[in-house]
């Protein structure tokens, strides 16, 4: 794996790797810094498939993001799994490797998605002794991811702030903060997204993750803005990141996240370069 | 409070719109029947309605989209028993 993670020096703006946006993101890779893979995708690669990611990571820095090792659990996570993405990091040269604060599966039911589990220290405790064993299996450490949720965790004793802190802290974990999934947590449930941001541990943000959702309505008119990837950046979380950069002073890498209804690319390059100007205002914010 | 027992009685909740039903019909004695400790019933009685049924709907779109997205990647693969199928059908076809 290269050691980029630790010499990172500069802020850095890519594209989560889509078969969709392959041509337009290596057309344009004078303006993309960094592309980050969803590892299952790859899990069942064969040679070629390898070769391919690999000659991908020699044109431009690549991250594995994990969706499915369930970290954020009493239940241990599954070393099959890991062997998958240690396999995987070490076929492509991957500079890091990301997976979610969740649990996706339980008495042998898969969600099928990112499910928040009950915030508790119970829970806190099974990710810390899960990423320890991927940190072991894999080689080196997960960046840990915030989720967005439309259910407020049932039996939680900690607010999200709080037991995402617990568990970086414990755990000396990293964190791959997603705005949008801050932002929808915070207006779902009652909270100032600026003042939840502040609640996080930002000393020990690396990367970032922006991306769009929609309002969506449920039983008794009830509304939930939804982390779908399928809507362009909100201003309210470009806000969110300029904060950020104001507030963070460590190199981060900002990551753009669309998974569907895709727009032309260069209207996704506008976004990154909004991004760029959000969090270049947040650090000229900071300076003295 | 949270278990394995805990997550695998929410894993069912979101996954299984049965076992949802029946929660949302009587939460006391659907969680006190999967053995779950009396602050886990407590917590799943108090639980987000609303919010639970979104989720269960959301989790099951993106249960559709993986299958979606897997029957379309295994059937793009040349020598897959879909793509099989299709070509027999144009040869059929073309026969007639």
Not at chain 1, 33 to 44: G, P, Q, S, T
Not at chain 1, 232 to 245: F, I, K, Q, S, T
């Given at each position: 794996?290269?050691?980029?993670?630790?010499?990172?020096?500069?802020?850095?703006?890519?594209?989560?790797?889509?078969?969709?946006?392959a041509a337009g993101i290596l057309t344009h890779l004078d303006r993309?810094?960094?592309?980050?893979?969803?590892?299952?995708?790859?899990?069942?690669?064969?040679?070629?498939?390898?070769?391919?990611?690999?000659?991908?990571?020699?044109?431009?820095?690549?991250?594995?993001?994990?969706?499915?090792?369930?970290?954020?659990?009493?239940?241990?996570?599954?070393?099959?799994?890991?062997?998958?993405?240690?396999?995987?990091?070490?076929?492509?040269?991957?500079?890091?490797?990301?997976?979610?604060?969740?649990?996706?599966?339980?008495?042998?039911?898969?969600?099928?998605?990112?499910?928040?589990?009950?915030?508790?220290?119970?829970?806190?405790?099974?990710?810390?002794?899960?990423?320890?064993?991927?940190?072991?299996?894999?080689?080196?450490?997960?960046?840990?991811?915030?989720?967005?949720?439309?259910?407020?965790?049932?039996?939680?004793?900690?607010?999200?702030?709080?037991?995402?802190?617990?568990?970086?802290?414990?755990?000396?974990?990293?964190?791959?903060?997603?705005?949008?999934?801050?932002?929808?947590?915070?207006?779902?449930?009652?909270?100032?997204?600026?003042?939840?941001?502040?609640?996080?541990?930002?000393?020990?943000?690396?990367?970032?993750?922006?991306?769009g959702g929609v309002w969506i309505e449920g039983p008794r008119k009830?509304?939930?803005?939804?982390?779908?990837?399928?809507?362009?950046?909100?201003?309210?979380?470009?806000?969110?990141?300029?904060?950020?950069?104001?507030?963070?002073?460590?190199?981060?890498?900002?990551?753009?996240?669309?998974?569907?209804?895709?727009?032309?690319?260069?209207?996704?390059?506008?976004?990154?370069?909004?991004?760029?100007?959000?969090?270049?205002?947040?650090?000229?914010?900071?300076?003295? | 409070?949270?278990?394995p027992r805990l997550e695998a009685f929410l894993a069912r909740l979101?996954?299984?719109?049965?076992?949802?039903?029946?929660?949302?019909?009587?939460?006391?004695?659907?969680?006190?029947?999967?053995?779950?400790?009396?602050?886990?019933?407590?917590?799943?009685?108090?639980?987000?309605?609303?919010?639970?049924?979104?989720?269960?709907?959301?989790?099951?779109?993106?249960?559709?989209?993986?299958?979606?997205?897997?029957?379309?990647?295994?059937?793009?693969?040349?020598?897959?028993?879909?793509?099989?199928?299709?070509?027999?059908?144009?040869?059929?076809?073309?026969?007639?």
């Amino acid at each position: 794996m290269r050691r980029m993670r630790g010499q990172l020096t500069r802020d850095r703006f890519g594209l989560g790797w889509r078969a969709e946006l392959a041509a337009g993101i290596l057309t344009h890779l004078d303006r993309i810094d960094v592309v980050e893979i969803i590892a299952e995708d790859h899990f069942r690669a064969g040679r070629t498939g390898l070769r391919a990611l690999r000659a991908l990571a020699m044109q431009v820095p690549v991250l594995l993001h994990g969706v499915s090792l369930g970290l954020a659990s009493t239940v241990a996570v599954d070393d099959a799994r890991l062997d998958r993405m240690a396999r995987l990091v070490e076929a492509t040269g991957a500079e890091a490797w990301s997976e979610h604060l969740a649990f996706v599966r339980g008495g042998g039911i898969e969600i099928g998605h990112l499910a928040a589990p009950p915030r508790s220290e119970a829970s806190a405790a099974g990710a810390v002794a899960n990423l320890r064993r991927a940190t072991e299996r894999v080689g080196s450490a997960p960046l840990l991811e915030n989720i967005a949720t439309l259910v407020d965790p049932p039996a939680s004793t900690l607010d999200e702030a709080d037991w995402t802190a617990r568990i970086v802290d414990d755990g000396d974990a990293k964190l791959l903060l997603d705005l949008h999934n801050l932002y929808a947590n915070a207006v779902n449930f009652g909270e100032e997204p600026l003042a939840l941001l502040r609640r996080f541990p930002l000393e020990r943000v690396r990367a970032v993750h922006l991306s769009g959702g929609v309002w969506i309505e449920g039983p008794r008119k009830a509304r939930r803005l939804l982390d779908d990837h399928l809507h362009d950046v909100p201003a309210e979380v470009l806000a969110l990141l300029r904060a950020l950069g104001a507030a963070a002073p460590q190199p981060l890498t900002v990551i753009l996240e669309r998974d569907g209804r895709y727009p032309p690319m260069a209207r996704l390059l506008e976004q990154l370069d909004a991004a760029r100007q959000a969090l270049g205002e947040g650090r000229a914010m900071a300076r003295p | 409070m949270s278990s394995p027992r805990l997550e695998a009685f929410l894993a069912r909740l979101y996954a299984d719109e049965h076992a949802r039903h029946a929660f949302l019909s009587n939460p006391h004695s659907s969680a006190a029947a999967a053995g779950l400790d009396a602050d886990e019933v407590a917590a799943l009685v108090a639980v987000d309605r609303d919010g639970l049924i979104m989720a269960a709907r959301s989790f099951e779109a993106k249960r559709r989209g993986h299958r979606r997205h897997r029957l379309m990647r295994w059937s793009g693969l040349p020598g897959s028993p879909i793509s099989k199928i299709i070509a027999r059908g144009r040869l059929f076809m073309r026969r007639r």
